[in-house]
């Protein structure tokens, strides 16, 4: 397995979503990558058969890359003679390496898989995807591909989560639910709170208040909580001891910490968690699409959810290591926010918080 050595971007960009839309489309694609596929009808053997000729993958992603490359040593080790190249990034950069590739017809990537539903509802209704032919995406196994294969050929593949989390040292008797943070023990520096630089985080206090009342955040300001400008330095927080308790940790970030020893916990709120759910897609300008749909199938079996989901969400129930199945994640609506949107609600954030 080669895996690409550009790392870009901290635990928190997994979160972004870009509004980035698809540009005009022109060029054209020459490789015609959806006659090569082996259909769905065939069988299994069939497309395993046509993905080890093509003998590689390439795959861009914006999943953690520590959980991206085990999971293609797996399919590697399941599928000998199919080498994977996995291409780690930023949503936005990836999808405009991908219209670039649609555009110019000179295809790199095989599959691609993005949190931006921004950016991939527009390409599916432009029939950039190639239906999908592994027996777990078209109904013939675990993965529930009516709920979660979506018209335009996208797949939900698992999701980043954000929960609360606490000091079990400074903080005792833990969390349940995000009003808990409102004790009054906790006020004057001892929560932890996200200023809400992009977009994405405007969502979460959208969802707050959606889910816990108008109020919600207002009477989380009135804590006096200390601001962070991401997870990371907030969980960093919570295992020294700087805050009680966290209000945007990354699990996936602090169940190492946890397991080591540190104080730390962390409990997903009852009626589900803000995330970023991850969508794939197999893309038209593929030049190895067979190893291309063989690969996203294994990435929604058990085994990659195993690997590709630790301490997230996953499109299976009970996957070891997991924390919330995906139906149980925030859909960020990217129509409430625009420009306009996000820029009132940092006013009026700002107003409360600082």
Known sequence: MRSDPRRRGALLILLSITTLLAAGCGGGNDNNAESKVVPASAGMDELVAAAKKEGQITVYSAQDLTALNNLAKAFEAKYPGIDVKTVRG???DLGVKVETEFNTGKGI??????????????????KRFLAPTGPELTGKGDYDAKQYVHDGNYFETNSAVLTFGWNSKLYSKGLTDYPDLLDPSLAGGKIGVIEPTAPSIVDFYLWLEETYGADFVKKLAA??????????????????????????????ALEPAKKKGAPVDYRMPPDGAWGARYYGMVLESAPHPNAGQLFADFMV??????????????????????????????????????????????????????
């Open 90 to 92: 930023v949503d936005g």
């Open 109 to 126: 990537a095989d599959m691609y898989v993005s949190a931006s539903l921004s950016w991939v509802k527009p390409q599916a209704e432009a």
């Open 223 to 252: 804590q006096k909580p200390r601001i962070y400008p991401s997870s990371l330095p907030m969980g960093e927080a919570l295992q020294s001891g700087e805050i009680a308790a966290g209000s945007f940790i990354a699990p996936i």
């Open 301 to 354: 079996t058990a085994k990659g959810q195993e690997l590709i989901t630790p301490s997230a969400g996953s499109v299976l129930p009970k996957i070891p290591g997991t924390v919330i199945t995906n139906d149980k994640v925030r859909v960020q609506d990217p129509a409430k926010l625009t420009p306009e949107a996000v820029a009132a609600y940092q006013k009026k954030w700002k107003s409360l918080f600082q």
